[in-house]
């Protein structure tokens, strides 16, 4: 199994692009996860997602916006990068969300720096 | 007022020492508790749970104090291995990640 699977790893934008970035977990879970991380901040969480069908905002969904493509994919799209959204960007998955003990697999991060 | 705080640290501990981190978090309601682990420019995995009777794991011990909204982590006879970042996460409505705290085993 591959886990959780995130591209690309890097990428440099500049002010105003756009650009998607791809998740897809092959663990069967119910609830996908976007953070960004952020020296001295920790990990936000910007949209989940707690099963196929469904998307919610986090503490952080301001210029972004998620795709439940199906149970394997949650994508997060910029829609017009700006500086502040320099950050690396985690995705993540759990079979259960709220409330539960279940554990959250993480990707291996998109380093994103928009110019 | 954040949701977890964590003293950041850095702890520079030799190795062999026993480490202690703790942090608080403000959501009497929350339901489940975690220590995850992450190391330089990786991703966050899961260290172990921590349940109200508290719970060990080899050299690790986690527990829970919820009249005082409290979570520890004890690292016993510490590693060269054990270096890393501890992040204090608690499941409320979402995923909360506390900003980490920072250890570095000294040989």
């Known amino acids: 199994n591959a886990g959780v699977t995130q591209t690309p790893k890097f990428q440099v934008l500049k002010t105003g692009q756009s650009m998607t970035l791809q998740c897809a977990q092959d663990?069967?879970?119910?609830?996908m996860y976007w953070y960004r991380q952020d020296p001295g901040m920790g990990l936000r969480l910007i949209y989940y997602s707690a099963s196929e069908g469904t998307t919610d905002k986090g503490e952080v969904p301001n210029g972004y916006n998620v795709s439940r493509l199906n149970k394997r994919e949650f994508s997060l799209r910029l829609e017009s990068a700006a500086p502040s959204q320099t950050s690396v960007y985690f995705c993540?998955?759990?079979?259960?969300?709220?409330?539960?003990?279940?554990?959250?697999?993480f990707g291996p991060g998109t380093r994103l720096t928009v110019l | 007022r954040k949701e977890v705080e964590q003293d950041p640290g850095p702890f520079n501990v030799p190795e062999g020492a026993t480490v202690a981190f703790n942090c608080t978090y403000s959501n009497s309601a929350s339901q489940s508790f975690f220590w995850y682990r992450q190391d330089c420019r990786k991703e966050p995995k899961l260290l172990m749970s921590v349940y109200s009777s508290g719970n060990e794991d080899g050299r690790f011990t986690a527990q829970l104090n919820r009249a005082s909204q409290y979570i520890s982590l004890l690292i016993r006879d510490s590693k060269l291995s054990d270096s890393a970042t501890y992040l204090c996460v608690v499941n409320d409505d979402q995923f909360y990640f506390g900003t980490g705290t920072s250890l570095t085993v000294i040989p």
């Open positions: 993540a998955s759990s079979d259960r969300g709220s409330g539960s003990w279940d554990e959250q697999f």
């Open positions: 663990m069967n879970h119910n609830s």
